[in-house]
């Protein structure tokens, strides 16, 4: 008589990596917002046009320690994250995307949310965001 052994079924590469990008924000993330993690960002996995652009938005918050050494550089790339993951079919030109009230708002959420923190003045974010000429 043979050994049967039941297959453990594949894996979706992105949910694991969801799920380690989770881990990895909430040993840093204040509790307290933990709620609004999970309602505004994380319950997005289960929509799969949604996957990638939450990874990338994930992998880019949990690089947190940056925020203190290069924040220009790494707020900039957290809103650009952020539109790309709010604006999935890219609608948005950057310039509209700074005008667009709902987005800063959740920019500003999301440095609340994941830092405890305020995150940078819209003007701030156009100077890193814009060329000189179009602000």
Do not use: C
Not at 100 to 118: E, K, S
Request: proline content about 4%; glycine content about 4%; cysteine-free.
């Amino acid at each position: 008589m043979g050994l049967f052994f039941r297959k453990k079924p594949p894996t979706n590469g992105g949910e694991a990596r969801l799920d380690l990008l989770i881990k990895k924000i909430e040993r840093f993330a204040p509790r307290k917002y933990r709620s609004e993690r999970e309602v505004y960002y994380y319950n997005y996995r289960i929509l799969k046009q949604y996957t990638g652009p939450l990874i990338a938005l994930l992998e880019r918050v949990s690089e947190h320690k940056r925020l203190k050494d290069e924040e220009a550089i790494f707020s900039r790339e957290l809103f650009l994250r952020l539109k790309d993951f709010y604006d999935l079919k890219d609608r948005l030109s950057l310039e509209e995307a700074l005008e667009d009230y709902n987005l800063y708002r959740r920019y500003v959420d999301l440095f609340t949310f994941f830092y405890g923190r305020q995150g940078p003045e819209i003007s701030e974010l156009r100077s890193w965001l814009l060329p000189s000429s179009a602000r």
